[in-house]
């Protein structure tokens, strides 16, 4: 392996670069023939009929330039970069985009046009190969974002060679997850859980279900005995000690399972009404194909989507601690810790308190509406410390019976089919997938879609988790 850089600026830490790059973790995704408990090579990897895929512009300039897809029109301003930044954005090899600097005096003078190629991730805009800049010009700190692009930019050329996918975290900002991943080996392994953390079958009165301060949610979790709140509850609660869950393997690459019944119908219930003020009476066959009966109360909102806390209620509470349990989380890490709790979390590198886990998002589709192929990942701030990132994303199912409303992989490695994936929804059921590799790359391949819903509607909630830390 061969890494120099030319200019006298990087001659004394070349060295130290190449010894550093020698050795590196990386995520190579096995033969897809394992994943049919198969002997490698037996099956052939099929290529998706979807042609879509994430792209990475990286703005290799210490100017701000505008990102434009090409419209034919002149062009639709999609971000203003930063330099040295980054962003993405899902696309198709017929698309193209350009680059223009915002500051330019002529509008139209474009710096740089780039197509787009299947296959092809990253898309860079290098001012100083264009001869547009001179690294000569560059303070103290431009240079350093150079070249810590510069060397992440190389580092995935080494990435790419040994593990056949692009390099779309930043090295070597970017370290491995801290927090656990579930194997997903092959179609159908299952993985078991049991929490404490069991279901409410009816739902408590309003009296009990007040908002709870951040000292109750503590208090609720620390092992010591059970609150005034808690003995109060327990009468709606299974009588069972320990909720047992099941996740299976739909597919190992991205990696996404599915989980029956993480919701009980009167927690299904309790979401909606405290999102929107909407009760839905659910039912496994629902009538005229909307997957629920409802009713509202004078609260009732129309909006498309609502965000619940943590502390909105002792069940949304369970819920975020089952979600915990079923992540292979501590329950803290999805709420904010008070000093008391520093020191056990110190030892896995965490010094933070915030929640690292974002708010509940309810979302409601209506016939016709969708979410096309994206990704939650998203790219920090090049001086971001620790490149906070999405790590996981778990989605429960609020109704069923609707038609259409899936939720699709359209690039699942598989060697059976070249189809999507695509997950039925079914009330109470939970899907979760990983945004992120083990070796702290984001996973191109977990681009998934809402899949427009053509009869009823569609209700579901997302639970997004961060590592190493809540990037906002």
């Known amino acids: 392996m061969t890494f120099r850089l030319e200019d006298e600026e990087f001659s004394q830490d070349d060295d130290q670069v190449v010894e550093k790059m020698r050795t590196f973790d990386a995520y190579v995704t096995p033969d897809v023939s394992t994943f049919y408990q198969e002997a490698p090579g037996s099956r052939q990897k099929m290529k998706p009929q979807f042609v879509g895929f994430g792209m990475k512009f990286i703005n290799l300039s210490p100017k701000t330039v505008g990102l434009y897809w090409d419209d034919n029109k002149g062009g ?27 500051k330019a005096k002529d509008p139209n003078e474009v710096l740089q046009n780039i197509p787009m190629h299947y296959g092809q991730n990253v898309y860079v805009y290098d001012a100083f190969s264009l001869e547009h800049a001179n690294r000569k010009d560059l303070n103290k700190e431009e240079m350093e974002l150079y070249k810590l692009q510069y060397e992440n930019l190389e580092f995935g050329k080494l990435y790419k060679n040994f593990t056949g ?10 370290p491995k997850p801290i927090y656990p991943m579930w194997n997903a080996d092959y179609f159908g392994q299952e993985h078991w859980v049991a929490t404490d953390q069991v279901h409410y079958i009816e ?17 609720r979790h620390d092992g010591t005995s059970a609150s005034d709140l808690d003995v109060s509850l327990a009468s709606y609660r299974s009588k069972e000690t320990h909720l047992n869950l099941t996740l299976k393997v739909l597919s190992c690459s991205p990696r996404v399972f599915e989980i029956q019944n993480f919701l ?5 219930d309790h979401i909606v009404h405290m999102a929107t003020g909407i009760k839905l009476k659910v039912s496994s066959t629902s009538a005229g194909g909307s997957g629920s009966n409802r009713h509202s109360d004078a609260k009732t909102r129309t909006s498309k989507n609502s965000w619940l806390d943590r502390n909105r209620s002792p069940i949304i509470d369970t819920i975020y601690a089952r979600a915990a349990s079923l992540m292979q989380f501590d329950e803290a890490l999805l709420r904010t810790r008070d000093y008391t709790e520093e020191q056990r979390f110190k030892e896995a590198g965490l010094t933070h308190r915030q929640s690292n886990g974002e708010y509940l998002q309810l979302v409601h589709y209506e016939v016709g509406q969708q979410y096309t192929p994206h990704h939650d ?8 410390v620790g490149q906070p990132e999405r790590f996981s994303t778990l989605i429960l199912y609020l109704n069923e019976g609707m038609r259409g409303g899936e939720t699709s992989f359209p690039r699942f490695q598989n060697g059976h089919t070249a189809d999507k994936l695509a997950v039925t929804p079914e009330t109470g059921k939970a899907v979760l997938f990983y945004d992120v590799l083990p070796d702290g790359n984001m996973d191109e391949f977990s681009q998934h879609a ?7 509607e569609k209700w579901m909630i997302n639970l997004w988790t961060w590592d190493p830390k809540r990037g906002y």
């Open 264 to 268: 009980s119908h009167a927690e299904v």
């Open 76 to 102: 639709m301003l999609l971000a203003e970069v930063g330099p040295f930044q980054a962003i993405g954005t899902s696309t198709f090899a017929v698309h193209k985009f350009f680059c223009k600097d915002m």
């Open 377 to 384: 990942f998203t790219y920090p701030h090049t001086s971001t």
């Open 165 to 174: 996918r692009e390099w779309l975290a930043l090295y070597p900002s970017k």
């Open 450 to 456: 809402a899949e427009r819903v053509k009869e009823g």
């Open 203 to 219: 739902e408590p009165p309003a009296s009990l279900l007040k908002t709870i301060t951040e000292r109750e949610l503590r208090r």
